[in-house]
């Protein structure tokens, strides 16, 4: 019910996206997530806004993925810390575990542990830790709690935080506080990866769609995106922009198929990597 015409329900749409295209999300778990009504969802998202969203979305997920493992890699003792992390399966599907923290709304925190430790019990999924921090990001008590709660687990060690899928439904100046306190608590040469929107998205037909989706779907107004360019990320105190990619660049990287070719037909979106630097 807490689900209901709310933005956390969208976290279960991009699940069928996901598993709709495991060779080239990768990821195995995603139809784990998904009923029927999921399903209905997204059929109408997929005949209302556009039809390319099994592309965009396990493409975003491969990024997101890919990127860890090979932070890893480089550094076995990495903290994933993964913000708005909805019903993502990154911490059973890396190669090598890590320990992984998400942090989302309270309803979403206890629904999705509740769910891992039954299937867990069942050998769906592998017995892996993952630690939830409930929080609602735009709370002044809750962003002190999560920074005191990184604090301590980031101690001394690198990490990898993500923001995915958010960054657009954030207010400005709360996303600014989420970077000031993983800038307090990452250590240099750890990285937060995230995928945003640019201004000259409210001119794209598919944006154009979404937002009008969205608005009558999840009650999200169509007024309230938070879209920036790559100067934005650029300004971000205690960070340096070592990638920037758009979902095209993806495509190539990862399938080397063409269907994301035609801008009007896709979701423009955009994916960046920050290192925090000292
Ligand atoms: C579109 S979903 C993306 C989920 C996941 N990162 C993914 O890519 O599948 C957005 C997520 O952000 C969470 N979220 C949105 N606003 C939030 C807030 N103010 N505080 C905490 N979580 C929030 C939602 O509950 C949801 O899980």
């Not at 195995?28 to 979305?57: G, I, M, N, P, Q």
């Not at 997920?61 to 550094?75: S, W």
Request: hydrophobic letters at 40%; glycine letters at 4%.
């Amino acid at each position: 019910m807490e689900f209901e015409h709310h933005i956390s329900e969208s976290a279960f749409l991009v699940n069928e996206s996901r598993a709709r295209n495991v060779e080239l999300s990768r990821d195995r778990y995603a139809h784990l997530w998904v009923t029927d009504s999921t399903r209905r969802l997204w059929r109408d998202f997929s005949r209302e806004v556009y039809a390319l969203d099994a592309v965009e979305l396990a493409l975003r997920n491969r990024f997101f993925l890919e990127h860890l493992e090979k932070q890893i890699r480089r550094t076995p003792d990495t903290v994933f810390v993964n913000l708005g992390a909805g019903f993502t399966s990154y911490p059973f599907l890396v190669a090598t575990p890590c320990r992984c923290i998400e942090i989302d709304y309270e309803h979403v925190c206890l629904f999705k542990g509740k769910r891992i430790i039954e299937w867990q019990k069942e050998g769906v999924l592998p017995k892996r830790k993952v630690e939830f921090i409930p929080a609602d990001f735009r709370d002044r008590s809750d962003q002190k709690r999560v920074r005191h709660k990184l604090a301590g687990a980031l101690s001394g060690k690198p990490s990898m935080a993500t923001l995915e899928g958010i960054t657009y439904y954030l207010e400005r100046a709360t996303l600014c506080r989420l970077f000031e306190i993983l800038s307090d608590v990452q250590t240099p040469g750890s990285t937060i990866a995230l995928d945003f929107w640019t201004p000259d998205v409210v001119t794209n037909p598919v944006h154009i769609r979404f937002t009008e989706f969205f608005a009558k779907k999840f009650g999200h107004a169509r007024s309230d995106y938070n879209l920036f360019d790559v100067d934005f990320l650029r300004s971000v105190d205690g960070y340096e922009v070592i990638s920037v990619l758009g979902i095209q660049e993806l495509e190539k990287m990862y399938s080397g198929t063409n269907y994301l070719a035609d801008i009007d037909q896709i979701l423009p979106e955009h994916y960046a990597v920050l290192e925090r630097t000292g």
